[in-house]
């Protein structure tokens, strides 16, 4: 680290002017109203596609790992396994649905938009199909 008023993983090119919009708008990303802004398809394109794909599932990870332990203590809760991949499942179909609305930034073209929706449908599609054999047996 050469500067110590910069972290190591902060652009080169950041300029002290603008640093503290980089950092407000990464701490928005945890708050109620970026996620409503985010389904409604009112963020940017890459925001929508990223955030609403692997920063969902960042946070969903843990919630499974809890539900796996819980669910090989008490077998008659592994119900909540699939019932978990299923709300998974139907929030991509919400995230879709955002990345179709959302506005790219730049000249990003339609190809990365239709990318984008159909990449989400395949997460869709993984955690709707993946359900029914989370659920113990």
Known sequence: MTNPEHD???????????ENEVLDERARMFTLGF??????????LG??????????AL??????VLL????????????????SFVALGVYFLFV????????????????WKIVGVIWTL???GMSLAYAPFTGGA
């Open 122 to 124: 395949m997460n869709a």
């Open 8 to 18: 190591d993983h902060i652009p080169a090119d950041l300029t002290p002017e603008n």
């Open 96 to 111: 879709a649905r955002a990345v179709w609305l959302a506005k790219p930034k730049g000249d990003t073209g339609l190809g």
């Open 47 to 56: 925001d929508t596609f990223w955030a609403g794909n692997y920063l969902a």
């Open 59 to 64: 946070l969903f990870l843990p919630l499974m």
């Open 35 to 44: 996620w409503k802004s985010l389904l409604a398809g009112h963020e940017g």
């Open 68 to 83: 796996f332990t819980i669910a090989s203590f008490l077998p008659s809760l592994s119900f909540l396994l699939s019932t």
